[in-house]
């Protein structure tokens, strides 16, 4: 499939709909993405036509939700160019997919004063469950902070990596500046394991785990175009033979007795309960559409958005983009001198422009920056060059009404 950007937003629906009268210009992506037609129809057609509880079932139903679930495993190990399928576990998003690492891997294995080295551009679901940690067993958490423009120099990470440093936990893609972590850098030059939350950067670029050279590398279905409630973490087979069980219940032991439990082999041994089935369906759908494109081709795309973009927003003299690194995604914070935040976004959005608002759930980084909030704008692949037209206006008439 040729890289088509109208062509592409003919296939979102909520696209062509109005806010406030106006065409509505959706550049809250980092959040969620929109979701295309052919991921819809998926998750219709599995709950209207092919529903049935997975794995337990001999029915005919139940073998075929358990075949089209279970090859979603092959399609995001396809898209993460995984060695193993086996590799590949099913979790709720990103954010179970880091707990999991925290309380399967890291929490038998970490003693009080063992460190883990944090950036301090990581989003909180990398941060919290490395807090556990520190409150429960005394384990340290090790500052990263980024340079001035947002960028974040392998060396400088790795001159953090000490003896007692057990894990290195950084981020792939900034959620709040863009920027790009060379991630296989920080791999290269370190033997302690290294876990990347991939949420951002996966669906901007494409993504190698076995390039990389990670232990561990997440990703959550709904930024992927894909529903809310899906997503994986692939953890090689080595470390995967260090983790206990994070939960407990069906679908993740082989016998269970009144005095023995003997747990099913991974990636089983990590899925407990009845899974998120329909919600998996999407994500596999939202990944094929996504590889049928071709990550390159999006890639290729948002990096003329993030340079127009760039140039359009450095004009403007009164504006402040936090972090604005030469190796960057197409993600813009901004602040304006005498509004909120609050009010940049709420103005936009009487024009149409869905912008978010806040501290992007990264508290450490707003504070490195010396704010409390930013209005972020983040493109996606069906953002175009008049959509960035539309914001600089946005913005030009916030200025006029708070000058």
Known sequence: MSFDVEKIRADFPILGRQVNGRPLVYLD?????????????????????????????????????????????????RFLHAPHEDEVIFTSGATEGINLVSYGWAAPRLQAGDEIIVSVLEHHANIVPWHFLRERQGVVLKWVEPEADGSLPPEKVLAAVGPKTKLVAVTHMSNVTGTVVDVAAIARGTDVPVLVDGSQASVHMPVDVASLGVDFYCITGHKLYGPSGSGAIWISRARQAEMRPFMGGGDMIRTVTRDSVDYADPPLRFEAGTPGIVNQI?????????MDLGMGNIAAHEKVLRDYARERLRSLNWLNVQGDAADKGAIFSMTMEGAHAHDISTILDKRGIAVRAGSHCAMPLMEFYGVNATARASFAMYNTRAEVDALVDGLSFCRELFA
């Open 29 to 77: 992506n980092g959040a969620s993405a929109q979701k295309p037609r052919q991921v819809i129809e998926a998750i219709t057609r599995a709950y209207s036509d092919e529903y049935a509880n997975v794995h337990r079932g001999l029915h005919f139903l139940s073998n075929l939700a358990t075949e089209n679930y279970e090859r979603v495993r092959s399609i995001i190990a």
């Open 282 to 290: 999407g994500l596999g759908a939202a990944l094929e559409y996504l």
